[in-house]
């Protein structure tokens, strides 16, 4: 192994006689320690990058560059899927603030609605406690689901309005595009049509996702 440019030959002093080899018999390998070290070593990684392109290559990239970049994101929304009475529902992952352990509901006297429900305390505050059931008037389940979570309290937040809902299941969130969606059937009708955006298909259920603007807006009106 030389330390010249000149010297340099196509022999591949490295794999010859240097650190790559089993001969490890160059003379510089004391001086340099290793073949990275060497002059010659670094002249070759040199003469590698500064060569000309061949056209092949050049080809090659010419029909990479040239291709349209596709700006179509994957999963790019996400949905926080729960199930109320035998419904699977979904709101915007951003809403959620926590899932809780289901606790007692307080009742108000003459407040409770259809959709308001009363207070519930969470972490040693006062929250109002709604129904999204209500809302859409889903019927208690009836089915016999097999998964390991209790009921569960979700508290979600919107422009400042917190709410507390329980929730029969927690599936929790869940990433999708729109590919992932079809439009509603038309034998969706009343509240549920009104408050749902589109149905999300996921692996053995569908998901209602919900229009989150409009249900904390009748939420805020039956609060009020």
């Given at each position: 192994?030389?330390?010249?440019?000149?010297?340099?030959t196509?022999?591949n002093?490295?794999?010859?006689?240097?650190?790559f080899?089993r001969?490890?018999?160059?003379e510089?390998?004391?001086?340099?320690?290793?073949?990275?070290?060497?002059?010659?070593?670094?002249?070759?990684?040199?003469?590698?990058?500064?060569?000309?392109?061949?056209?092949?290559?050049?080809?090659?990239?010419?029909?990479?560059y040239?291709?349209?970049?596709?700006?179509?994101l994957?999963h790019?929304?996400?949905?926080?899927?729960?199930?109320?009475g035998?419904?699977?529902?979904g709101?915007?992952?951003?809403?959620?603030?926590?899932?809780?352990?289901m606790?007692?509901?307080?009742?108000?006297?003459h407040k409770?609605?259809?959709v308001?429900?009363g207070?519930?305390?969470?972490?040693?505050?006062?929250?109002?406690?709604?129904?999204?059931?209500?809302?859409?008037?889903?019927?208690?389940g009836?089915?016999?689901y097999?998964?390991?979570?209790?009921?569960?309290?979700?508290?979600?937040?919107?422009?400042?309005?917190s709410?507390?809902f329980?929730?029969?299941?927690?599936?929790?969130?869940?990433?999708?595009?729109?590919?992932?969606?079809?439009?509603?059937?038309?034998?969706?009708s009343?509240?549920?049509?009104v408050?749902t955006?589109c149905?999300?298909?996921m692996?053995n259920?569908?998901?209602?996702?919900l229009d989150?603007?409009?249900?904390?807006?009748?939420?805020?009106?039956?609060?009020s």
């Amino acid at each position: 192994m030389s330390g010249s440019d000149s010297e340099f030959t196509t022999e591949n002093c490295w794999s010859n006689i240097g650190l790559f080899s089993r001969a490890r018999s160059c003379e510089l390998l004391a001086e340099y320690g290793h073949c990275r070290n060497c002059p010659t070593y670094s002249a070759f990684g040199r003469r590698m990058l500064d060569r000309p392109l061949t056209d092949e290559y050049r080809a090659e990239l010419t029909a990479v560059y040239s291709q349209t970049k596709s700006t179509e994101l994957k999963h790019t929304k996400s949905a926080f899927i729960f199930r109320a009475g035998e419904e699977w529902l979904g709101i915007s992952s951003n809403l959620i603030k926590e899932v809780v352990d289901m606790g007692p509901i307080h009742s108000i006297p003459h407040k409770i609605s259809r959709v308001f429900r009363g207070l519930v305390n969470i972490r040693g505050r006062l929250e109002l406690c709604v129904s999204i059931g209500g809302v859409l008037r889903i019927e208690p389940g009836k089915k016999h689901y097999n998964f390991t979570s209790p009921e569960r309290l979700i508290v979600a937040e919107k422009s400042g309005q917190s709410i507390v809902f329980p929730v029969s299941q927690v599936h929790g969130p869940h990433h999708y595009d729109q590919t992932d969606v079809k439009p509603l059937p038309v034998t969706v009708s009343g509240s549920k049509a009104v408050y749902t955006k589109c149905i999300l298909r996921m692996p053995n259920i569908d998901v209602g996702i919900l229009d989150d603007t409009l249900l904390f807006r009748i939420l805020a009106r039956n609060l009020s």
